[in-house]
C-alpha cells in the first residue's frame, strides 16, 4: 500500500530516500501534472545541487498572460476568476527567464502552441515524437518516477485511484512495468475536483508507492475558456461536416474548428433541412457527399476529450457504442462545467466515455483486427497551420527549426487513415492569417518544413471548400488546392505553379472558384447566425455576457493595430459618442469615467471597435 502524506517536502524526501539523487521524473501531459510535488522536487533541487533532477514531460499549462494594456484590462479579472487559485509551476517560470539551474532540466515533446518560440533552451530540449512514441523515449532516458493528478474513490473499504483525464502514457508506461521492462515509483497526487473515470485508469492503491492527499494542497483545475467560433472556422467546420459518413468513427482535435464541427454535425442531425440550406448557400457550386442525419451514429475514437464530445453524445450523434463505449479518449482538457458534468454524470453514462491509453486511441497495433472492425469511415479531422499546394501539411514548425506545439497524435491518424479501408485524413486549414505586414496566405508554393509529406496527402479543407487529394497526380492536386485558396493570392500561387512547371500553362481556375473573399463567407452565414444556429460559443463559456460582447471589439482592435490607417479609422470613429448599450463593457474594462489622456484614448478606440465588431 501507498505511503500516505499531506506534505510536499515530505513526499519528495520518499522519493528521494527511494530513488536515489539522479530522478527522471515523468508528467503526464497538461492536466494531470501533480503541481504541489513537481514544485517540491524543482525547489529541493534548486536548494541541492547535487540532485540530478530531469522533467520528461509534454504541454505545460499556464495562466494567459496579457500583453497589451487592453488585454491586462480584460483578462486579469478572467484570470483571477478561472485560475487564481491553481498553482503555477515554478519550472516553467524559471524557464521564461532563463534562470533553471544547470543541474534541473525540463524536456518536451509537445508545447503550448506558441509558447516557446524563441526560448533557446526549450527549443534545444525539444524532442520529436509522435504521441504513441513518447512512453518510449521516456524509459530509453531512464524514467524513475512518474508524478501524477488522481482522484481518489473509497468503495467498501477499498482506496482507489483514478488517471482520470491522463491515461495517455502512464498505461503504457505501466503495462511496461508489469512486464518487466521498466521499473519506476508511481507517486500520486490527490485531487477532489478530478472526474473518477472508470476503465483501464482505475487503479487499486497498491500501483501507488506514495500519495499526497491533503486539503492543503487541493486545488481548482486548470480550465482553458472556449474561445469564440468565427465565420471562418464555420465554414470549415460545416465543410467538414458534409464529409462524415454516418454509422462511420469520429477524431476531432482540440480548438473552435473543433467545436464549429461539433456544431454542424449536431445542426445536420436535429435540423437535416436548415443544414443542407446553409450548406448550400456556402458553397452553391458543390453537392456534400454526407448529409443525411445520424441514424446509426458515430463511435468517437480520439487522443483528446473535450467539451464538443458531450454535446456530440447530448445531441445522439455520437451513439454507436464499442465495447459498451460511444467515445474513446486518452486525455482530456476543458472548461470548469466540463469536468464539473463529468464529476457529475451518472454511472451508466459515464462508463460509455472509457479513458484509455494513447497507444490504443492512436494505433493500429495490438488488437488490430478488433480495431479495423470498430473503426469503419473513420474520419481523422485535425488542424493545420499551412500547407503546400501539392499537399503537404505544415503543423508543428517553422522553416527555421523554431517549434510552434509538437506533431502530437497526427501523424499516427494519418497513417490511419491510410491503413484503414474507407478512412480519410481531413486537415482543416484556414486558408490566410494576419501578419505583421497584413495578410497572408496559409497555402504556400512551398515551405522548408513539413509535419505530413506530401505522400500522405488525403483532405484538406478551407473556409472556400474541399480539396480531395487522395491519389491525384501533382497538377491535380495543385489545381485543387488553387481552388480552396484564397482569391488574393489564387493568381500568384498558380504562377509559382506555372513556373516550376508542374501545372498547365493553359490551366486556369475556375469561375466558381474566382470569389473566394471573406466577405461571401460572411454573407452566406448571415441567416444561420440570426437564426442562432451557429453561436459563437456552441459549447458555453466561462466568459460573461459583456465579455463575451468584448472579444469581437479587442479582436477588431488587435488586427486593427496591424495598420496604422486602421487604427485611427477606429480612432476616429470613436470619437464620436457611442451606444448607450456600450456602457457595461466600457464600464469592465475601466473605460467608462477615463481621467488620464491613456484612459481617454483607450476608451474612444475600444467604443470604436464596439461600432465596428457589432456591424
Request: charge should be neutral; aromatic fraction near 8%.
Amino acid at each position: 500500500m501507498p505511503r500516505i502524506y499531506t506534505d510536499p517536502a515530505a513526499i519528495v524526501d520518499d522519493i528521494i530516500r527511494e530513488t536515489g539523487p539522479h530522478l527522471m521524473v515523468g508528467l503526464p501531459l497538461g492536466l494531470g501534472k501533480a503541481n504541489h510535488i513537481v514544485n517540491a522536487l524543482y525547489r529541493r533541487a534548486v536548494a541541492d545541487s547535487g540532485l540530478d533532477l530531469t522533467f520528461f514531460s509534454a504541454l505545460t499549462l499556464e495562466k494567459p498572460r496579457p500583453s497589451n494594456e487592453l488585454e491586462r484590462r480584460f483578462m486579469s479579472p478572467v484570470i483571477d476568476r478561472l485560475f487564481g487559485d491553481w498553482p503555477d509551476l515554478d519550472y516553467a517560470s524559471a524557464l521564461h527567464k532563463g534562470e533553471l539551474p544547470p543541474n534541473i532540466k525540463v524536456i518536451e515533446f509537445f508545447f503550448l502552441a506558441g509558447k516557446w518560440l524563441r526560448n533557446a533552451y526549450a527549443q534545444q530540449h525539444y524532442v520529436a515524437a509522435n504521441y504513441t512514441h513518447a512512453a518510449s523515449y521516456i524509459l530509453d532516458h531512464g524514467l524513475n518516477v512518474i508524478t501524477q493528478l488522481v482522484a481518489k474513490r473509497v468503495v467498501d473499504g477499498e482506496t482507489r485511484y483514478s488517471l482520470s483525464g491522463n491515461t495517455d502514457t502512464t498505461l503504457d508506461l505501466l503495462r511496461a512495468r508489469a512486464a518487466g521492462r521498466a521499473s519506476f515509483k508511481l507517486v500520486g497526487q490527490v485531487n477532489s475536483q478530478l472526474p473518477f473515470m472508470p476503465g483501464a485508469g482505475d487503479l487499486p492503491a497498491s500501483e501507488f508507492s506514495a500519495v499526497l492527499d491533503s486539503p492543503a494542497t487541493d486545488f481548482p483545475l486548470f480550465a482553458p475558456p472556449s474561445e469564440p467560433v468565427s465565420d471562418t472556422k464555420y465554414a470549415i467546420g460545416l465543410h467538414t461536416a458534409g464529409l462524415i459518413r454516418d454509422g462511420g468513427s469520429l477524431q476531432i482535435g482540440i480548438g473552435q474548428t473543433s467545436d464549429a464541427l461539433a456544431q454542424s454535425l449536431i445542426l445536420r442531425h436535429r435540423d437535416n433541412a436548415r443544414f443542407r440550406e446553409i450548406a448550400t448557400r456556402l458553397a452553391p457550386d458543390r453537392t456534400m457527399a454526407e448529409t443525411a442525419p445520424f441514424a446509426t451514429g458515430l463511435y468517437g475514437v480520439s487522443e483528446m476529450v473535450f467539451e464538443a464530445f458531450l454535446g456530440l453524445i447530448k445531441a445522439g450523434v455520437l451513439k454507436r457504442e464499442v465495447g459498451g463505449a460511444v467515445l474513446h479518449g486518452a486525455f482530456f482538457l476543458g472548461s470548469q462545467s466540463f469536468y464539473r458534468a463529468l464529476r457529475e454524470m451518472a454511472p451508466d453514462e459515464l462508463s460509455r466515455i472509457q479513458m484509455t491509453a494513447v497507444s490504443f486511441t492512436n494505433e493500429l497495433y495490438g488488437d488490430e483486427a478488433d480495431k479495423r472492425h470498430a473503426r469503419v469511415d473513420a474520419r481523422f479531422v485535425n488542424n493545420t497551420m499551412m500547407a503546400t499546394l501539392m499537399g503537404a501539411a505544415v503543423s508543428d514548425g517553422l522553416e527555421n527549426g523554431q517549434v510552434v506545439s509538437g506533431v502530437g497524435g497526427q501523424y499516427n491518424f494519418v497513417a490511419q487513415a491510410f491503413a484503414l479501408e474507407g478512412a480519410r485524413s481531413i486537415l482543416t486549414l484556414e486558408s490566410t492569417r494576419r501578419d505583421k505586414g497584413g495578410v497572408v496566405s496559409n497555402i504556400r508554393w512551398a515551405y522548408g518544413h513539413a509535419t505530413i509529406p506530401r505522400h500522405l496527402r488525403d483532405i484538406v479543407v478551407t473556409e472556400y471548400g474541399v480539396a480531395d487529394l487522395r491519389g491525384k497526380s501533382d497538377a491535380g492536386v495543385i489545381a485543387a488546392m488553387l481552388n480552396v485558396a484564397d482569391s488574393r493570392f489564387q493568381a500568384e500561387l498558380m504562377r509559382q505553379a506555372k513556373d516550376a512547371g508542374k501545372l498547365p500553362k493553359s490551366h486556369e481556375i475556375p469561375a466558381a472558384h474566382r470569389e473566394n473573399f471573406a466577405d461571401r463567407i460572411k454573407a452566406a452565414l448571415r441567416p444561420a447566425h440570426a437564426a442562432g444556429l451557429l453561436p459563437r460559443f456552441p459549447f458555453g463559456s466561462d466568459f460573461t455576457e459583456v465579455e463575451q460582447r468584448l472579444i469581437p471589439a479587442l479582436e477588431t482592435l488587435r488586427d486593427a493595430s496591424r495598420s496604422p490607417l486602421s487604427i485611427m479609422g477606429l480612432l476616429m470613429k470613436g470619437l464620436r459618442p457611442g451606444d448607450a448599450s456600450f456602457q457595461p463593457a466600457l464600464a469592465r474594462m475601466g473605460l467608462d469615467h477615463p481621467t488620464t489622456f491613456s484612459d481617454r484614448l483607450y476608451r474612444a478606440l475600444l467604443n470604436g471597435a464596439l461600432k465596428e465588431s457589432r456591424t
